[in-house]
C-alpha cells in the first residue's frame, strides 16, 4: 500500500450517520485493522508507537504530514466499550505480532510502557466522546486482557524481581494461544512467545547440568534455571533413569498398539490401568481407583460400544487432564488438591507424561490448565502457594527432559560401594544431554 493509500484511509468521511449495526462496527474495525497493518510494514517502530498513541490514548486530530483525521473520525464511531476494548486488542497484537516476527521485543514493552505511563487527567470538558474513550481505556488497563498483553513485555525481564508467577510466563502464553476468543494475531504472538521462553529454558537447564558436574572454572556460568537449588540434579537422575524397555515411551506405544480396536469402554478402562502401571505409591494409586476411575467410566457412555479413534482418544485425555488438574477453568479439581496434599508431586507429572505420551495433541490443553492453577493461586504468596511452586517446577523439568528434543541420558561414573543394593544411588551417575537424532 502506497503512503497515498494510507492518506486515504486517513482522509475518508464516517461511512455511517446513524447508530451502528454489528456489520457496520465489522466494517469500521477492518479499516483500522487495515491501516495499522500497513503502517508497521513501512513505519519505523518509533513512527507507528507515536501514531497508535494519538490514535487510541489521545484520540486527537495529528498535525503531522503522515496523518490526518479520517482515521480518529472512524475511531469514534465505535460507541460500544466492548467493541472499542476488541479494537484496541486487536491493534495491540497486530503490532505485537509483527514486531514478535522480526525480534523488535523492546517496541513491545514500549507499545505496553504507553498504556503503564497513562494520564487520564485531560482537561477536555467540551469533548465528551474523548471523556468516555478515556474512561474505556482506564477500564482496559485494570482489565486481565492488559495484563495478557504485559506479559509480552514481562518475559524478558529479570524472574527473580517479580511475583512468582512471572516464572510460568510459557504456559500463561500458552492459554492464550489456544483460546479461540482471542484474535488470530494475539494467538500466533503467543505461540511464539511461549516457544522462545520454552526454547530459552530448555538451553539454559541442558547447560546449568552440563557445567554443574564440570570441575572447569566456568561452572558458575549457567544459573540454575529452576527454584529446586541442589536437589535439581538428584530429581533428573530419578526422572532419566526411567529408561529402555520400560522406558515411558515405550510403554506408550505398546499401549495404543494394544486398544487400537477397543471399544470406547474397554479402553476407557485399559486407560485407567495404563495410568498407574509401575506407580509404586499405593496411596496413589488407591487414590486413583477410587476418584478417577467411575468418572472415566461414565464420561460419554453414548459412546461405549463405538471403536476408539484419534478423536476419542484426544477428547478422552484432555477431559482426564481436567479431572487431574482443573475442571472449570478455575478452581483446582479434588483430585489435584488431594494428590499433592499427599505429597506426591513428581508422580502426578509422570501420569500426566504418560497422558502425552500417547496423545502429543494434548499438550496445549495440559499446559492451559496448568495456566489456570497459576490464575487461581497467583493472588497468595509464594509463601503460600511453595506446595504448587514445587509441582510445576518439576512438571517444566519433567516436560523438558522428556517431551522435548533434547535427549538426557544417565552415565554412570564410579561403582556402588554396594553393588548388591538394588537401590538406585544417584551420586553414581552423571547426566548427559543432547539433540535427539529426529531432531538433528
Known sequence: MTANSLQSIHDEQPLFKEKLKNSDIQVVQEKIYIFLIEIVKVWSPEDVLREFKRLFLENLDSVSLDSAPGIYRLLNLIDNEQDFRNTLKRCCYILVNNWENHRKYKYIQELVQLF???????????????SIHRNWIKNFIKSQDFQELKLFASRNEDKTKNHWS???????????????????????????????????????????????????????RYQNPSILGDELLRLIKAIVVKKGVFSYENIANIFLKQTAN???????????????????????????????L???????????????????????????????????????????????????????????????????????????????????????????????????????ITFAIY????????IKVEEDQHACEPQFNPDAYRVFSQLKADAQ
Open 116 to 130: 503503564i505511563d497513562y494520564k487520564s487527567n485531560r482537561q477536555e470538558k467540551n469533548n465528551r466522546k474523548n
Open 166 to 220: 512471572n516464572r510460568y510466563t510459557s504456559y500463561l502464553l500458552v492459554a492464550q494461544s489456544v483460546d479461540n476468543n482471542n484474535s488470530q494475531e494475539q494467538q500466533e504472538a503467543a505461540r511464539k512467545a511461549s516457544k522462545q521462553l520454552k526454547d530459552k529454558y530448555k538451553f539454559e537447564l541442558a547447560m546449568y547440568i552440563a557445567r554443574s558436574q564440570s570441575n572447569t572454572s566456568g561452572k558458575t
Open 262 to 292: 477397543q471399544t470406547f469402554s474397554s479402553f476407557k478402562k485399559s486407560l485407567q490401568k495404563y495410568l498407574i502401571f509401575s506407580v509404586q505409591q499405593q496411596q496413589f494409586i488407591e487414590t486413583l481407583n477410587q476418584q478417577l
Open 294 to 396: 467411575d468418572k472415566i467410566l461414565s464420561w460419554k457412555s453414548e459412546y461405549d460400544e463405538d471403536i476408539i479413534d484419534k478423536d476419542l482418544l484426544l477428547r478422552t485425555c484432555n477431559r482426564v487432564i481436567d479431572y487431574l488438574t482443573i475442571e472449570n477453568k478455575q478452581e483446582p479439581s479434588p483430585l489435584f488438591v488431594l494428590l499433592l496434599s499427599q505429597g506426591h508431586p513428581l508422580t502426578l507429572v509422570i501420569v500426566l507424561l504418560k497422558i502425552i505420551f500417547i496423545c502429543p495433541n494434548s499438550r496445549s490443553h495440559l499446559e492451559a490448565r496448568i495456566a489456570h492453577l497459576i490464575r487461581h493461586y497467583e493472588q497468595h504468596s509464594e509463601e503460600e502457594c511453595k506446595w504448587l511452586i514445587n509441582f510445576i517446577e518439576i512438571f517444566r
Open 403 to 410: 517431551a522435548e528434543n533434547v535427549e538426557y541420558n544417565l
